[in-house]
């Protein structure tokens, strides 16, 4: 059985969209790659049209025995624990320095285009800015996590190898297809939830004098609009790191005042304590520097966080999650 592309965490917020955007595009010959476990993540593969689907572990051993990768074109590698405040570092190594390694040296050895996932988590606090064209030497992550992503964008240009794949540093993408994710489901879902049960949204409190309550920033991306640079990248054949974020950083107020628009709602928020574990570890502003996409050519516009929020406000009420 021969596909043409293989997404691996195609059960996941940005794979799932991926593979529709695939699919609204004529193209149906995909493998999904995942762990479906006991999340509720299977939810995101119904509707979509794929061949096959194969478990994460079961894909590694196949691929190492060099089978199914011979036969693709394309590997978008979005597969990876996504979860901020994992503290096993030895599983994120595993799971996503140690994997995304094997998998791309096998595309490149075959002769396969690779696009994998990075974040934006390695970009730290944002001492050094947030500029894909820098040198990402430089950069220090936060979290573990972060840092399990910095590790494989720093062995990809160590060894010359981010010349022939490209990896995607996805800023805070949110939409319909992340129910699965618990606690790192975005503020927008989060608070959807809030509000319908207590009538307002919950905001932490800022710990910076230079930022008001509710005023920290973001740069805060619709998952159909990251689907789109995805597949854009990856057809057009554009290697190294690119960020995927809107360009514009946007305050936890404005999310919300969005939030109860899209919802006809008054605004009511309550701001709370910020845990204790995440004082160090919080991102007060995050802004993608977009020249290096925009000087490629992409031209598609971007969906305002207004019209995004109410895209997902009328999905998540029509499918009541």
């Given at each position: 059985m021969s596909f043409k592309y293989i997404v691996t965490g195609g059960a996941g917020l940005i794979g799932s969209n991926v593979v529709k955007e695939l699919n609204q595009n004529g193209e149906n010959r995909i493998l999904i790659v995942d762990h479906l476990g006991n999340s509720e993540k299977w939810k995101n593969l119904t509707g979509l049209s794929f061949v096959d689907y194969l478990e994460k572990d079961d894909f590694l051993a196949r691929i190492k025995?060099?089978?199914?990768?011979?036969?693709?074109?394309?590997?978008?590698?979005?597969?990876a624990c996504s979860s901020t405040t994992e503290k096993d570092a030895t599983y994120l190594i595993a799971n996503n320095y140690e994997y995304t390694k094997v998998l791309s040296l096998k595309c490149i050895e075959h002769k396969k285009r690779f696009l994998c996932a990075s974040s934006a988590a390695t970009y730290g606090i944002g001492e050094n800015g947030y500029d894909d064209k820098k040198d990402i030497e430089e950069l220090r992550p936060l979290n573990m996590y972060g840092y399990s992503k910095q590790l494989f964008d720093l062995y990809a240009n160590r060894t010359g190898i981010l010349k022939q794949i490209t990896s995607l540093k996805y800023f805070n993408v949110f939409g319909y297809g992340e129910?699965?994710?618990?606690?790192?489901?975005?503020?927008?879902?989060?608070?959807?939830?809030?509000?319908?049960?207590?009538?307002?949204?919950?905001?932490?409190?800022?710990?910076?004098?230079?930022?008001?309550?509710?005023?920290?920033?973001?740069?805060?991306?619709?998952?159909?609009?990251?689907?789109?640079?995805?597949?854009?990248?990856?057809?057009?054949?554009?290697?190294?790191?690119?960020?995927?974020?809107?360009g514009v950083?946007?305050?936890?107020?404005?999310?919300?005042?969005?939030?109860?628009?899209?919802?006809?709602?008054?605004?009511?928020?309550?701001?709370?304590?910020?845990?204790?574990?995440?004082?160090?570890?919080?991102?007060?502003?995050?802004?993608?520097?977009?020249?290096?996409?925009?000087?490629?050519?992409?031209?598609?516009?971007?969906t305002t966080l207004q019209d995004a929020i109410a895209d997902y406000v009328r999905m998540l009420d029509q499918n009541k999650t």
């Open positions: 025995k060099d089978e199914i990768i011979k036969d693709i074109e394309y590997c978008i590698h979005l597969g129910a699965h994710k618990g606690d790192m489901r975005s503020v927008v879902l989060k608070g959807y939830e809030q509000i319908k049960q207590y009538g307002k949204l919950n905001l932490f409190k800022s710990y910076k004098q230079e930022y008001k309550d509710g005023e920290q920033k973001r740069d805060f991306l619709y998952v159909k609009d990251a689907a789109k640079i995805t597949i854009y990248l990856l057809l057009e054949n554009h290697n190294g790191i690119y960020n995927i974020g809107r950083a946007e305050t936890w107020n404005d999310l919300a005042k969005a939030l109860f628009d899209a919802m006809k709602l008054p605004f009511s928020v309550e701001y709370i304590d910020m845990p204790e574990h995440l004082k160090e570890k919080y991102q007060y502003y995050t802004k993608a520097e977009m020249d290096k996409l925009n000087s490629i050519g992409y031209s598609f516009s971007f």
